[in-house]
């Protein structure tokens, strides 16, 4: 079937979609496909790097008593492959084949936020790029992935942590922004008849995984701004000598950690679905319980951090409940996996190259969890912590439920991607090379840990007779890299002469099958209308409803001149409204350079250059939110929306800038909730509060300021009100004093800080105090440049007139709304509690 | 949006009788209620067992039961009757959903997150359960 309905057509649309050109253009880029390409070549670019640092340490650990690269070295390897393969390849890519993904799966345009996605390929990149800056200046990270202080604290470690810590910083943010996008655009961007029922299980777990990114890697971003903090300012957060707190760091690193897995785990399983189902030939059988597994594993992953504490000496009491926990949460992956194997019972499914790597993940991950339920007990993980018992299990169910899944997809997707087949044979190689490779490599490992061999030492003694297993397992290490190459050999080969792709090889079922390989940029030229949880099995026999019918006939190879896609009801999947995509732009691409040089500023202690850094970026920011006026015409003026009988510019859950909010908000809370935590771990654990002999902070000064941020974002909800009302003059007029009530509030504040008879280095209660009034005051900034940059546009706004401007001023209210509350909860947490509770 | 007896008609041929939707609200307390009940379980258990026990509270003890293992038995009955009442609130909606107008009407995406927050309140209920197994081997003292 053409998919245009005439030349002139298919070029004005397709030249809608294109990016301008030149490097400036490459630059600019904002459409999904390209930029998950470059997510997942970036990825993989780092695992190699990972690979080849894990095939040194193998060389160094080969031979007792080995001095090939020494303990330093050492130190830097197993750092650097943790850090690379957790936070550089693992979530990277799998957020990368998503974002190609999702929008094809559901039958979407792009993302809900374009430049959200070019933003977070720039920011993972140089956060990369920051982390392998450190091997330029031989200031290499050695404090493992998971930096524990005090090892990581400034007086144990150099210049390699805050390489680390900066360079993870900008990954995180690179993860978080991801994650909102993948969750907003799953909730509000699908076709007519894809409903949350219909709903295909990668995307289930790819909303699931991206809710988890959005907590979890926040918590990790504030623990890793409190440790740069210690580190450059000298905060007292984690330094005991000065009322700070060790485990504080543990406990938020790992709150972060364990999630961390599943956020990885998950959208593999997700993989494992689609391709069963595929090589099946069958539904999947159990679907609604695959769903709450999914959801039940999202959830229980988040209480399970306290396994990876169980030697730190804390009550058994409370060990015992985590224990509990990781024991559960197998009975979900349980689920799933007797899902897949319900749905692959009685059928013959084709062995061709997915499917083995289906069938590797299943053998060896399930391996992987008989040793992740052994360790869940107590007295068992006391005796092989810090072994490496510990280093097969985790490969086990990391390599095992996350890389076999991963190159299962790479051979089952590429060629949709690339309209190439990859070779058959060499699949397979790789399959059995990987397989036997990683078997090799890590199974020996578990009797190596359970006879003694620590974990994160650089050698071991001969008298532990464990040599013959480290030889076995440096061989099958170079076998796993054979395999590893053999897959990089298929890749390149199919590229050049790999046999063309056809739509749907594999006959599979769902929509990213319907389109060609590779798909058009814009995904969809006609959207399509779902009926079934396999769409293509089961396409749509008649047409039953009207209203998708007609936005659908409307939207087909339009509009022309500004991009846009059908916007969903979240539950339902009933069209609501065209939502507008943004289009190129380098703005992206500079907030994050901004970002980078702000922290470049702090690596290099040319604190003068943060910043500089920081307004760059912000005048980046505000180039990026800019409305563009000459679209907003052709949008008003365009017959689509009247056709679709959808609108266009929508408030409120109808918008997905709403959603995009609403999750800002979230992770602003869960940033300000660690902030809170961190406050009352460190008075329990304190014999006085306040510290340094001080008494309860007086409120002369903060009860007034406080009330003012309350009228403050009172002053922003009545202008919202008026706004609807039509009102100018209140309208206006209670902008600016929200504004002129926030810039009063930021000027006690600090003069209040001004005033204060302790610093943040003096102890850790000074130090969480000046840091929660700092994160409030950078809110509230936020939020008077906001307030100021729509009294700036209400100024031209024609009042009446349908517009984005409506949508903005909600989303602005709802910002000051949030920085209301938060400067409350501040409030008592600093100035109340210690007084009610003290 | 509300639960609320809606008087508009699809255009579908059905007869004209008031369409009730299940609400956004019961959706949600549906989907994710068991959950949030484990993970308040969770961490109030963790938060009463590690600073009960090192405040001391174990030193008194009542019917032979240590205070904090009184309080974690109480938010134990707590989480699991908030599990319980989320469960009964889905299998009450399940049992309307099915014969209502609006799982055809909706495509039965309400039916299917109701199904599905089923199982997982379920779930739920059997792993608080169990999380709770190591307060009876602490009732003594910590």
Known sequence: MSDFASIDQKSAFEKTWTRPPGVWGWLSVVNNQPLACRFMITAFSFFVAGGVLALLMRLQLTFPESEFLGPQVYNQLFTMHGSTMMYLFAVPFLEGLALYLIPLMIGSRDMAFPRMTAFSYWTFLFGGLVFYGSFLVGAIPDAGWFAYVPLSGPEYSGLGLDFWLLGLMMVEIAGITAGIELVVTILKLRSPGMGLHRLPVFAWTILVTGVMIIFAFTVLLMATA????????????????????????????????????????????????????????????????????????????????????????????????????????GVASGIQIFAWIATLWGTRPVLSSPMLYMIGFVFIFVLGGFTGVMVAVVPFDWQVHDTFFIVAHLHYVLIGGVLFPVFGGLHYWLPKFTGRMLDERLGRWSFWLN????????????????????????????????????????????????????????????????????????????????????????????????????????????????????????????????????????????????????????????????????????????????????????????????????????????????????????TGTQSVGWWGMVSLIVVSGVALAVLVYAYFYLWLFSPEWPQGGLGPPGMAVALPTHLLLLLAGGAAYGSWVYYQRKEVKPTLGLLVGAALLGALFIGLKLFEQTRFDFLPQDHAYGSIFYVMGWFLIAYVLAAVVMAGAMLIRLRTHEWGRPGVMTLHLQLTTMFWGFVSAAGAVVFTVLYLASRVLG | MSDTNDKEVKSTGMPEEPVRRTGNGKLAVCLVGGGVAWLFHLILAVVLAEFGCVAGWDANVFLGINLVAWMLLAVTVVALAACAAATILCWKEKQDASNRIDAEIRGGGPLFLIQSGLIANVSFFFVIAVQSIPIFYFLGNC
């Open chain 1, 226 to 329: 409190l440790l740069e903090l210690d580190r450059a300012v000298g905060t007292r957060f984690f330094d005991p000598l000065f009322g700070g707190n060790a485990l504080l760091w543990q406990h938020l690193f790992w709150f972060f950690g364990h999630p961390e897995v599943y956020i990885a785990f998950l959208p593999a399983t997700g993989i494992v679905s689609m391709i069963v189902v595929t090589f099946a030939r069958r539904t999947l059988v159990g679907y609604p319980l695959v769903v709450a597994a999914i959801l039940l594993t999202g959830f229980i992953s988040f209480g399970l951090w306290a396994h990876h504490m169980y030697t730190t000496g804390l009550p058994v009491f409370a060990l015992s409940f985590f224990a509990a926990a990781s024991l559960m949460i």
């Open chain 1, 435 to 650: 397989f036997i490779g990683f078997n090799l490599t890590f199974f020996p490992m578990h009797i190596m840990g359970l006879l003694g061999m620590p974990r994160r030492v650089y050698t071991y003694p001969a008298e532990l007779e464990i040599g013959g297993y480290n030889v076995v397992a440096t061989a099958g290490s170079f076998i796993l890299g054979a395999g590893f190459l053999c897959l990089a050999v298929n890749f390149f080969r199919s590229l050049l002469r790999g046999e063309p792709a056809e739509a749907n090889p594999w006959k599979a079922d769902s929509l990213e099958w319907s389109v060609s390989s590779p798909p058009p940029i814009f995904n969809y030229f006609r959207f399509p209308v779902v009926a079934s949880r396999n769409p293509v099995w089961h396409p749509v026999k008649e047409r039953s409803d009207e209203q998708a019918e007609r936005a659908v006939e409307a939207m087909a190879g339009g509009p022309v001149g500004w991009r846009a896609t059908l916007a969903c009801e979240p539950v339902s999947g009933r069209p609501m409204s065209i939502h507008v995509l943004a289009g190129p732009s380098s703005a992206p691409f500079l907030m994050a350079l901004g970002l980078l040089i702000a922290f470049l500023g702090v690596l290099t202690e040319w604190y003068g250059v943060l910043p500089v850094g920081l307004v760059f970026a912000a005048m980046a920011l505000v180039r990026w939110l800019s409305p563009d006026e000459e679209e907003l015409k052709m949008i008003r003026e365009s017959s689509v929306p009247q056709r679709a009988g959808l609108p266009v510019f929508v």
